[in-house]
């Protein structure tokens, strides 16, 4: 069974950067996706982004695009979320999540993800 981990998360003023890492352990088969979302109080959750494990594809809400990058270490089965130039509305818990999908239309869906971590804190203020 696969478990994730995430960390980095904390409080930072707009405009700052932040790197968040979700370390796995467990097997990860390349076909799967590794993904981030994130929720704000009160909203729904929504995918930020993802990256093929097999060929390392990157995929990114219009809301990030730019100032995000997700990457991944095969080595330590770590995927990591770089983001830059922060705003106030990027506030919110910051999730990992894992699993097979099988249409590039859905790598940002909630609904298709069924292994997720615990959540890291990352706060933006104005």
């Known amino acids: 069974q696969v478990h994730l981990v995430e960390s980095g998360g904390d409080s930072v003023e707009s405009g700052g950067s932040l790197r968040l890492s979700c370390a796995s352990s467990?097997?990860?088969?390349?076909?799967?996706?590794m993904a981030w979302f994130r929720q704000a109080p009160g909203k729904e959750r929504e995918g930020v982004a993802a990256i093929d494990r097999g060929n390392d594809n990157t995929y990114y809400a219009d809301s990030v695009k730019g100032r995000f990058t997700i990457s991944q270490d095969h080595a330590k089965n770590t995927v990591y979320l770089q983001m830059n130039s922060l705003k106030p509305e990027d506030t919110g818990k910051y999730y990992c999540?894992?699993?097979?999908?099988?249409?590039?239309?859905?790598?940002?869906?909630?609904?298709?993800?069924?292994?997720w971590g615990q959540g890291t804190q990352v706060t933006v203020s104005s």
């Open positions: 999540a894992a699993d097979y999908i099988y249409s590039e239309d859905d790598v940002l869906r909630k609904d298709d993800y069924h292994t």
């Open positions: 467990g097997h990860l088969d390349s076909a799967i996706y």
